[in-house]
């Protein structure tokens, strides 16, 4: 139980387009999903945590207009990085979160590597 | 605010030695602490979680960890390392956000494992 997928897993754009990652809960209901990025070798870094229905609460420092963030609903999440660049090109995962009160545990996507050329 | 140390960001062992991965964390408030594992190219996997209780929690792959409030330490341990376990590992400790019920991790900066037959 507790699967996440992500679709693509990974990427190719060309510079200036628009890339969409796509985070799913396969087999429970996500309140809140989390958009992580890892630079190589380094730790993740939280992007952003978006709760079904509302909208996304981005970390200080990440663009709200180039990670569009939406969670439309229990189970989908998605990604948008808006004019890609190079300096965009990253591993990105998102996490979920189960609807239990007060639950903790976040389940982990594969991950999807966007390279921006 | 809440922070995790990973003490070594390679540790190289032999097959079949100990396996010891450090993690001190700082917290203002008992802290919920979890070990994830990353293989290349993949998203993250819990390992193990301490939240209250017993203070020797034990994860899969045969690996567990002591919580010990005293050293803020949550160590990472396996008595006999094996190839397959050559991956980065994560530690985290959860912290709540500003609006009180978002608990979000907190990562380490990871720590590479490798395993020399």
């Known amino acids: 139980g507790a699967v996440v997928s992500q679709h693509p897993s990974r990427v190719i754009c060309k510079s200036g387009t628009s890339v969409k990652i796509e985070c799913r809960s396969l087999d429970f209901q996500a309140t809140t999903m989390f958009w992580y990025r890892q630079f190589p070798k380094q730790s993740l870094m939280l992007m952003a945590t978006?709760?079904?229905?509302?909208?996304?609460?981005?970390e200080q420092g990440v663009e709200k207009d180039k990670f569009l963030i939406n969670h439309a609903s229990l189970t989908l999440s998605t990604l948008t990085v808006t004019s890609a660049h190079p300096e965009d090109s990253s591993f990105y995962i998102c996490?979920?979160?189960?609807?239990?009160?007060?639950?903790?545990?976040?389940?982990f996507g594969p991950g999807t590597r966007l390279t921006v050329t | 605010a809440q922070s995790v140390t990973q003490l070594g960001s390679h540790v190289s062992v032999s097959e079949g030695a100990l396996v010891l991965l450090r993690c001190n964390y700082s917290?203002?408030?008992?802290?919920?602490l979890f070990w994830y594992v990353q293989y290349p190219n993949q998203g993250l996997q819990l390992l193990l979680k301490y939240t209250t209780g017993a203070t020797l929690v034990k994860g899969i792959n045969g690996f567990e960890a002591e919580f010990k409030k005293s050293e803020t330490s949550f160590h990472l341990t396996k008595p006999s390392a094996h190839m397959s376990d050559a991956a980065e590992y994560f530690c985290a400790v959860i912290r709540p956000n500003s609006g009180g019920s978002n608990y979000k991790l907190t990562f380490g900066k990871g720590t590479l494992l490798t395993v020399n037959p």
């Open positions: 996490s979920a979160r189960t609807l239990r009160r007060f639950s903790y545990e976040q389940y």
């Open positions: 978006s709760n079904e229905g509302s909208k996304a609460t981005y």
């Open positions: 917290s203002s408030v008992p802290p919920y």
